[in-house]
Every structure is written in C-alpha cells, then in structure tokens.
C-alpha cells in the first residue's frame, strides 16, 4: 500500500471508527489512534520526508486535507457525545424532588456561651474592654500583686516568648491596661484567650477563654460582687440557681472567693457531675486588692472595687454536658452541628 492509499484507508477507516464508536471516551481513543502523537496519520506526516519531491508534495497535501477534514470529524462527534449526555442527564431530572438544601454553618459552642456571658453583664451596665495576648511579666503577674517569687505563678508560669515576654495566663491583664487608661468609675469586661502550662486531658487545654470583670468606684462593697454574681448566675443557669461564696486566695484580690452554683443537673442533691456535693465551682472573685491600685496609681482610700474571672469552656461544659473539653477545638462538624 503506498502512502496515498494509506491515507484513503485511513479516511474509511475513522468514519467507521467513529460510527462506531459509544460515548466522548471512545471518540477520543479513536482520535488518538490517528491523530495522537504516535497516530497513523501523524507518522505519515512525520515520514515524509523520505519520499521523492514529487510524492511528497502530492501525499504531504493530501494528508494536511485529511488532517484538517479528521479535526472536523472529532470534534463534531465529541460535541455530539457530550450534548448526547446532557440531554440524558436532563432527562433524569424529576422536579418533584426535594431540592439540595445549602449547608448554614452554625455559631460555634463557646462563642454562643461567650456572647451570652457578655450580654447578661453588659445588661448589668459593664462594657467590653480588650487587652493583649502577648504580654509582659508587668501586666500579667507583678501589677497583679504575683512577685517573681510567689508560689501561685507556678501554674501560670509558662509560654516565654523571650525574658519578659509571654502569652497571658489569664485576662486579669486587662485590668491593668483598663485602670492605667481610664479614671473611675467603671465597670468593664474582659473576655479573651488565655494559655498555661496544661498537659491536654478531658477538663485540661493548653489555651482556653476567660471572662473578667472588674468594677470601680467610691464606695464599692462586697454585697455588690454578690448581687451582680448571683444575678449573673440566675439568668445563665436558671431563676432557680443557687450561688455559694467559699474563701479563696488570689493575689489580686483580698478578701477573696471562690464562687459555686447549685448543681444545674441534680438541683443541688448530688449527682456525678458535681461529684455528689451538689454544688458546681464555677468563678473565681474578690474586693481589688489596694496593692493592685497603688500599681495603677489608684488611691486605694479613695476607692474600692471588685473583681471576678470565669472559664468559658468550663460553663458551656455544664450548659450543654460536654464531657471532653478537646471536643471544642477538634473542628468535628457531627460535633459542632448539634449547635443550632
Ligand atoms: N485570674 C484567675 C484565674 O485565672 C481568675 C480570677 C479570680 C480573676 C479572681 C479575678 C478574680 O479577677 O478576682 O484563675
């Protein structure tokens, strides 16, 4: 067979082919066949320079034709195929159907708890203050009454980003930079990111959230702490929420609390939840400690003030039963959809 021939073949044969052929795949094979890098009609055009003048100006035309007639040929039966599929898939279509409905995110667990936080005691007359993550060994331990040698910073001792620099380990910070800024009166909160030296377990997270709060002003007493935080705890909890103020220590208050509520699950009988005591601990609190004022250059005479901080993750634990706290920050949506 001579080249010219070959190329008459090669013309029945991928008219054949493509009649043939069933579906866009199979006309891309038969294209490839012929028209590919090591196709039929590709070597002859590559061959031809091994033929004579004359042969190779007659076949090199003639194949540059068929080429151009072959491109035309795929490329018509390839959009055949895909209309073809189109309309079948068309076809299927049944209108009646429920549509896909989109998929809403929803607000995550512990910015629901936090806005909530926040709203009951802004609606108690406190306004958001923010301060640094990154802070100095000033504002996070020594304007706080915590000298370098207390045992209590222990547990807050960690994350150093150089000699005076670390990640807070509490929002108490925000006290500080509020009360260096502003005069009183105030009432502020502070929620925010907090980070210690926690091995991760079910109750433990190297990071987790806090809210502070803090109020100044002339004659502040310890019955407003309690006032505020029971009514706090009410409308969080339940009209029906008892509140317990138990002697603590903290270095930036004095006297200090620690403060529980009535057991949200068994109503204060006792269950597992609150290890059978009926009372959950749910904040830390107290009356400023005058040294924290004579830090900020508050007149300590002059004016009183009282101070809480609560954990986050800790009150949507009991809101919700959450029972691994590593479940707030996994991103899990079967997790995070139950949140509606
Ligand atoms: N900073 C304390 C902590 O992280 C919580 C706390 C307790 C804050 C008593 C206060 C307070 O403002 O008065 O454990």
Redesign the pocket.
Known sequence: MNALEKLEKIKIDVETALAEAKGAQEVDSVRVKYLGRKGELTSILRSLSDLSKEEKAEVGKRANILKGELVAKFTQAQNAMESEQSNSVGKEIDVTLPGIAPRVGTVHPLTRVMVRINEILISLGFKIAEGPEIESEFYNFEA?NIPLDHPSRDA?DTFYIDKEYLLR????NV?IHVMQNQAPPLQVIMPGR?YRPDAVDASHSFMFH?V???MVDKGIKFSDLKGVLSMFCKTMFGKDIETRLRP?F?P??EP?C?VDISCIMCMGKGCRVCSGNGWLEI????M?NPKVFESVGYDPNEYTG??????VERIAMLLYGIEDIRLFYENDVRFLKQFK
């Open positions: 706080l807050f380990s509490h929002t108490s006290q907090v806090q502070e709060g803090l603590h903290f930036f208050t200090s620690e904040l830390g609190a107290g400023v009282f101070a809480f901080g609560m954990g």
